[in-house]
């Protein structure tokens, strides 16, 4: 089992940046795909970025590619998610996930979460 911990949230205006860590413990983080995802108010959760278990291999969605950059430090037992020109639409609290086989966007697929953490951004 792995235990996720995000951080790194906050209030921020429009076309400000923000680095989002998600700490891990418990089984080799190695082993783990990683994926963040976002839940906005009364919007379902959705995916956003993963992160394949050496790093090689990455996989956005489309409205943040080009703004946000996942990377992970297995020597920290941690996954980052960058986050550039931040847009209103991108408020939402953002969780980390991991999986031990799945590569991909489908939330189901995860089996470990973190408690979320909240980004908020100001027009």
């Known amino acids: 089992q792995v235990q996720l911990v995000e951080s790194g949230g906050g209030l921020v205006q429009a076309g400000g940046s923000l680095r989002l860590s998600c700490a891990a413990s418990?089984?080799?983080?190695?082993?783990?795909?990683m994926g963040w995802f976002r839940q906005a108010p009364e919007k379902e959760r959705e995916f956003v970025a993963a992160?394949?278990?050496?790093?090689?291999?990455?996989y956005y969605l489309d409205s943040v590619k080009g703004r946000f950059t996942i990377s992970r430090d297995n020597a920290k037992n941690t996954v980052y998610l960058q986050m550039n020109s931040l847009k209103p639409e991108d408020t939402a609290v953002y969780y980390c996930?991991?999986?031990?086989?799945?590569?991909?966007?489908?939330?189901?697929?995860?089996?470990?979460w973190g408690q979320g953490t909240q980004v908020t951004v100001s027009s």
């Open positions: 996930a991991a999986d031990l086989l799945y590569f991909g966007s489908a939330e189901s697929e995860y089996d470990y």
């Open positions: 418990g089984r080799a983080f190695g082993s783990y795909v």
């Open positions: 992160i394949s278990w050496s790093g090689a291999s990455t």
